[in-house]
């Protein structure tokens, strides 16, 4: 145990490329909030707010998922991912952070009068029958209140989870303290996932982003949208395991985990390909003009490069990349299919938003980059400080063993 | 099909069973095979035994599967007998991808069976040598095969003293063929071919 490498140091370059990218996205956050944000036209407006909405709500929910992930895990009384289970557990650290910059844009967009949630409208709910009949769902209050408790839950049950593993580093259990360890982790994993359930698992994504089509609805939307934060942060997991191995960091690591780290990539993309699909194939054939209007801009209208693009991507791609047991230990090639499927569930999410708010053209330009490269550099920044503020592996955690002869 | 000779070598235990499939290889014996009750992890990787092409020979099937869904659905509808379904496009695509996807899965599963079935030369009515009955049970199963130069009395007490707790020497055939096994030999006390 002498040997292992338990501190991580942010390097300086490391800090100097988050502040780098940082400085670029505050840039444009600016310009884009002088030349769209402070606009005397709705739509530019619109399209400030949109940008934001989806990068926020994307970061927020990837970075959750990485919790989810040790959850799961740990519900499953896995072993394999002990070895480098402080990288999800720094990227979790990012949601309450990220989390509260979702509240903010959320509840501006929600309480400005902006036309992007347009239940919020009373007006118009008033002679409107269908959202009308949501305002029980839909209504400004319970908006509010839910997306308040979702952000502070995750952020709290995620915490809960963290400082429980801290006890690991700190002296060596017996039989029946690992036992009890063990048996609160699993209880504090559950109470988490209850709640992951009910916010990303159903409710949230309907509420935050289902609802800019407020008139439109598809049960698949919540599903199909844990499946493309899931598999975004698995890759986010998986790059930033490379990162620390190249750096010389987690020994205990090796291409058996990575391998795993690799399915989940591999399968959630197929899982989320399945969502889609199920998604897309109903309303297809059904043909009601109510379902297949949110389609209709994406399929054949101006959308459709980046509609297909986004199953390109995130299908097809991993799915001939990723089948290999090869490519799947191949830090490279993990690294580069990562890298394509974090951009593709983000071009996905823009697709997702800012194809309801911009209906007659695709906005895709600066601002959309510069606001990515803010998210990047805080989730580098943030990320790599957690990382360096804890031992990197929980040396005395009763299933570490598990994790360092594991085989795939 | 020739008889072969081999040593056997049962252990109890996966802790020893690798340490001593390590030894036999470097000391320059020829393991055929090891039998397990359950799968052991890394096992193969310890054997030095080449990856498996079955996956290969799946991706194969399962595209012939897509092929075949594809081309027969696409030349029905479009060609042979083009239907008017709710006003949509005989080449339907979406609607088609149910059954482009079940039937890949059809050719991989049953591909893979077969081929796998080939590979580990399994058949209804074929009957292969049991080198030992409880390797299906609790022991783990180890088979050397033998040269001309193999002492067994030393590959024996090799094997003995790296853990094993039961060895013989068996005379079996290696391959396969059907019909032939019906007159083995009964090997051991008590066993029943």
């Given amino acids: ?119 919020t409208d009373t007006v118009a709910v008033a002679n409107d029958p269908i959202l009308k009949g949501k305002s029980g769902f839909l209504n400004i209050k319970f908006f509010t209140i839910w997306t308040v408790l979702a952000i502070v839950l995750w952020s709290f049950l995620g915490w809960r989870m963290r400082k429980l593993s801290a006890q690991a580093d700190e002296a060596a259990m017996d039989g029946e303290t690992g036992a009890k360890f063990i048996l609160s982790n699993t209880v504090r994993a559950a109470t988490f996932l209850v709640w992951f359930g009910l916010t990303v698992g159903s409710t949230v994504p309907w509420l935050w982003m289902m609802s800019i089509d407020a008139h439109w609805y598809s049960t698949m939307y919540s599903w199909y949208n844990f499946a493309s934060t899931f598999v975004a942060g698995m890759s986010l997991v998986a790059l930033w395991v490379i990162y620390l191995k190249n750096k010389g960091y987690l020994e205990y690591t090796n291409q058996e985990h990575l391998h795993d780290v690799g399915k989940f990539m591999f399968a959630f993309s197929v899982f989320w390909t399945y969502l889609w699909f199920s998604q897309y194939m109903l309303i297809w054939y059904s043909n009601q003009p109510e379902e297949t209007i949110y389609f209709k801009h994406r399929v054949q209208g101006p959308y459709k490069g980046i509609f297909f693009l986004n199953l390109i991507i995130n299908f097809i791609c991993p799915l001939l990349i990723l089948m290999k047991r090869s490519a799947k230990r191949n830090y490279t090639l993990v690294t580069f299919m990562a890298v ?69 | 099909m020739a008889k072969k000779k081999f040593v056997v070598g049962c252990f109890d235990n996966e802790d020893v069973l690798f340490p001593a499939v390590k030894k036999v290889r470097t000391t320059g014996y020829k393991i055929k095979d090891v039998f397990t009750p359950f799968a052991v992890h890394g096992l193969d990787h310890a054997l030095g035994m080449r990856e498996t092409s079955l996956h290969t020979a799946g991706f ?134």
């Fill in chain 1, 340 to 408: 394509l499927i974090i951009f593709g569930h983000w071009i996905d999410y823009y697709q997702q938003i800012m194809g309801s708010i911009s209906k007659e053209h695709v906005t895709m330009g600066w601002l959309d980059f510069g606001i990515l490269s803010l998210f990047v550099g805080m989730m580098i920044f943030g990320v790599s400080k957690a990382l360096a503020s804890k031992p990197l592996i929980p040396k005395y955690h009763p299933f570490l063993k598990e994790s360092i002869v594991h085989h795939t």
């Fill in chain 2, 60 to 193: 194969i099937y399962g595209i012939t599967g897509t092929t075949t869904a594809l081309s027969c659905i696409s030349w029905i509808f479009t060609k042979d007998w083009p239907l008017d379904i709710g006003g949509k496009p005989h080449f339907a695509l979406p609607a088609w991808i149910p059954i482009m996807f079940e039937l890949t899965v059809l050719f991989a599963a049953v591909g893979m069976v077969l081929t796998f079935c080939y590979l580990c030369q399994l058949a209804p009515f074929v009957k292969k040598h049991h080198f030992h009955l409880r390797a299906t049970d609790d022991l783990f199963v180890m088979v050397i095969e033998c040269t001309e130069n193999t002492n067994t009395e030393d590959l024996k007490a090799f094997l003995t003293n790296n853990g094993a707790i039961e060895t013989d020497v068996q005379m079996a055939e290696e391959g396969w063929w059907i019909g032939r096994y019906d007159k083995d030999e009964v090997l051991f006390e008590g066993a029943t071919a």
């Fill in chain 1, 1 to 119: 145990m002498a040997s292992i490498r338990q501190s991580f140091e942010i390097p300086g370059k490391m800090k100097t490329w988050s502040f780098a990218l940082m400085g670029i996205g505050i840039v444009a956050l600016i310009a884009g909030f002088v030349t769209k944000g402070m606009s005397k036209d709705h739509h530019e407006q619109d399209i400030f707010l949109g940008t934001l909405m989806y990068n926020t709500i994307f970061w927020t929910l990837v970075c959750n998922a990485s919790m989810f992930f040790l959850c799961v895990t740990t519900m499953a009384w896995g072993g394999w991912q002990q070895s480098f289970r402080r990288i999800p557990e720094a990227i979790s650290t990012m949601v309450p952070i990220f989390g509260a910059i979702t509240l903010v844009v959320l509840l501006y967009v929600a309480f400005s009068g902006s036309h992007i949630y347009h239940w």
